[in-house]
């Protein structure tokens, strides 16, 4: 299962899916969790820990790949 955790609300992730056509189709993505789906953004974990029970995940069976020390921290809170 591949998910999209995201600081950002929808509309500019709809924007980056566009802008991706076929080399991201949303259809590849089986979460995508947007600033709008939580109360608490990135750096709490609530962006992790939604996208992990819309997988139906425990922690120890993701992977997270960052690009801020925030979101990184974000992840690691979530396990």
Do not use: W
Request: aromatic residues 6%; without cysteine; glycine residues 6%.
């Amino acid at each position: 299962a591949l998910g999209f955790v995201t600081s950002t609300y929808a509309p500019n992730v709809d924007a980056i899916l566009d802008a991706a056509g076929d080399r991201l189709p949303r259809s590849a993505l089986s979460v995508i969790v947007t600033r709008d789906d939580v109360a608490n953004g990135k750096p709490a974990p609530d962006p992790y820990l939604f996208a992990l029970e819309r997988l139906g995940r425990s922690a120890d069976r993701a992977i997270a790949i960052e690009d801020t020390a925030a979101s990184l921290a974000s992840a690691r809170r979530a396990g």
